[in-house]
């Protein structure tokens, strides 16, 4: 054996497997056993998984943003008394105020939410919500394509492995121009691509595309589609369903109004005309709810200026059937003419009387001085003559010659 080296030991058991014996973890075989039916006789294992915190999850889904349920009026007292025992017993964590048109209701978390709307489809209770923050969709602008079946394009995205909910055929306001191409908003899963990852596709059926994020075009008031209310949309729509021509409680599609001459009834105000007529009073005022509410709630934000009245603007005096106007008689100001001369004086430092002309200089008083235009002679020469020479003394000595030479 070579010296420095220690005999190893021939123990088949080592000190961590005694470690790993007291664990329970790592037992022979034959010591084993079968511990299915005696588990509760094993020692405690101290690299168990953790068990989940129960406050931690509460927590997590509390901070989850879920839409408020509306409840309307009708079915407002039965729901009201089934929330209070939800609540009390504990199998429901959620608030409700009281409405105008019946009860809002605040779930905490998307369990307790889920809870109360089963609860509202079993019943066939009349209610409404919102649109799930959590699960709003991606909305792309694809340019650049013709006119197809969404089916088809549909198929397409999905070969470039995109998550698509439903394409639309975009319709342009402008119907007499000749356009090149169809728009088709896509809706995508939330979260499975992005902008950038879409704009690197580059063309489709041989077709160079463009991409862009949709931006809704801002309208003063949602109305739903099914229910015809105001502030929420016909897609989380559970009311009863009302005709937008006469005001019934079916379909606007299925409206026989121009067969049977039925007269045009406003469901939201009784008015004569359509309820989704943009002057209905009804949609005026729930436009001034809405304002007052978002100034109460941002008392910081620039208010909107008030709209004019025709108190501001009052009408004139309107002019009697082949009347002339009459033009009064505007005579000048009398002039005042010691003010008219101070007015005209002129400031100090300045005279308005004319200079006095001096004499041209005679031949005689200029003899002995050159012209312009002898001066602008003698340097022309006088550079050239200087140009010429190579060396400073002949400058110098040139520069005397013309001394002499005009001196004289």
């Known amino acids: 054996m070579p010296k420095g080296k220690k005999k190893r030991l021939s123990s088949p058991v080592g000190p961590a497997d005694l470690k790993k014996q007291k664990c329970g973890t790592h037992l022979p075989a034959t010591q084993r056993g079968n511990t299915s039916g005696n588990a509760q006789n094993l020692p405690a294992n101290q690299f168990a998984t953790l068990p989940v915190d129960v406050s931690e999850r509460e927590d997590i889904e509390r901070r989850e943003k ?76 694809l340019r650049g394509l013709y006119d197809m079946d969404v089916s088809v394009l549909k198929e397409e995205l999905k070969t470039l492995k995109l998550k698509v909910i439903e394409v639309f055929k975009m319709t342009r306001h402008n119907k007499n121009i000749k356009y090149r191409d169809q728009l088709y908003l896509i809706h995508l899963e939330k979260g499975s691509t992005t902008l950038p990852e879409l704009k690197a596709v580059r063309a489709m059926f041989n077709i160079i595309v463009s991409w862009e994020r949709y931006r809704q075009v801002h309208r003063d008031v949602t109305q739903c589609s099914n229910c015809l209310r105001f502030g929420h949309g016909g897609r989380n729509c559970y009311m009863k369903s009302r005709c937008a021509t006469c005001g019934g409680e079916h379909k606007t599609q299925a409206c026989n109004t121009i067969n049977e001459n039925i007269e045009v009834k406003c469901f939201n105000c009784g008015g004569d005309h359509s309820a989704k007529n943009r002057n209905c009073p009804k949609r005026a005022e729930f436009v001034k709810i809405r304002q007052q509410a978002t100034t109460r709630n941002q008392p910081n934000r620039r208010r909107t200026p008030p709209a004019f009245t025709d108190l501001d603007f009052p009408a004139l005096a309107s002019l009697g059937v082949g009347s002339a106007r009459v033009v009064p008689n505007l005579q000048p100001l009398p002039l005042n003419q010691r003010q008219t001369v101070a007015d005209n004086t002129s400031p100090p430092g300045f005279s308005q009387q004319p200079r006095e002309n001096k004499p041209a200089p005679t031949e005689e008083s200029s003899s002995d001085l050159f012209s312009p235009q002898e001066l602008l002679n003698i340097f022309i020469e006088m550079t050239t003559t200087l140009r010429d020479c190579k060396t400073r003394q002949e400058q110098v000595r040139a520069l005397g010659g013309f001394i002499v030479k005009y001196s004289s």
């Open 66 to 141: 879920v839409p408020p349920i509306f409840v309307n009026s009708s079915s407002s007292e039965t729901v009201r008394k089934w929330l209070t025992r939800s609540i009390e017993s504990g199998s429901l964590q959620a608030s409700f105020r009281l409405c105008a048109d019946g009860l809002k209701i605040l779930p905490v978390g998307r369990t307790n939410y889920n809870f109360v709307r089963d609860f509202l489809s079993k019943t066939a209770m009349e209610h409404y919500s919102h649109d799930d923050p959590g699960k709003n969709p991606i909305k792309i602008v």
